[in-house]
């Protein structure tokens, strides 16, 4: 009984050292940075995607139709990223838009005119309309005058 008594107190004695100094372990460093790292990232990315869902919420609320031009296509890996371009005020707006189908020609839709949905307080805020589901975003019929574009090139 009494060598228990001696070995509570050791243990005892043993955890309160080891308890009073905090340990230092690099691993436990560079798991901390690599954390702060993954947070930062991850509240930068949400950022950005609650900016643009804010975004195309005014852009649905408060809008005007214009006509822009395409003056640029690419065609990449994700699919083809149309450049157009929109005049306002005697000002030049560019834009970009990227839709799902690589397997169109080059110059499909070059110096072609199409619809752009631009909202009222910021012209930087826009999108080029083509698809039928574009249209029905902003509760609008898409016209006739793109049946030329098809409905299967998407």
């Not at 690099?26 to 954390?35: D, P």
């Not at 702060?36 to 408060?62: A, E, H």
């Amino acid at each position: 009984m009494y060598e228990n008594r001696i070995f509570k107190r050791e243990a005892s004695e043993f955890i309160h050292r080891k308890c009073q100094k905090p340990l230092k372990n690099k691993n436990m460093e560079f798991n901390s940075k690599k954390n702060l790292v993954i947070i930062i990232f991850f509240s930068l990315i949400s950022i950005g995607l609650i900016r643009n869902c804010f975004k195309y919420v005014q852009l649905k609320q408060d809008y005007f139709i214009v006509y822009g031009t395409i003056y640029e296509t690419a065609r990449g890996q994700a699919g083809a990223s149309l450049y157009y371009k929109v005049k306002i005020n005697n000002k030049i707006y560019n834009g970009e838009r990227l839709y799902g189908s690589s397997y169109l020609s080059r110059d499909y839709f070059l110096n072609k005119t199409l619809p752009v949905a631009i909202s009222k307080i910021d012209t930087n805020n826009k999108k080029l309309l083509i698809e039928k589901s574009d249209f029905k975003e902003f509760g609008l019929e898409r016209p006739d005058s793109l049946d030329w574009i098809g409905e299967d090139k998407f």
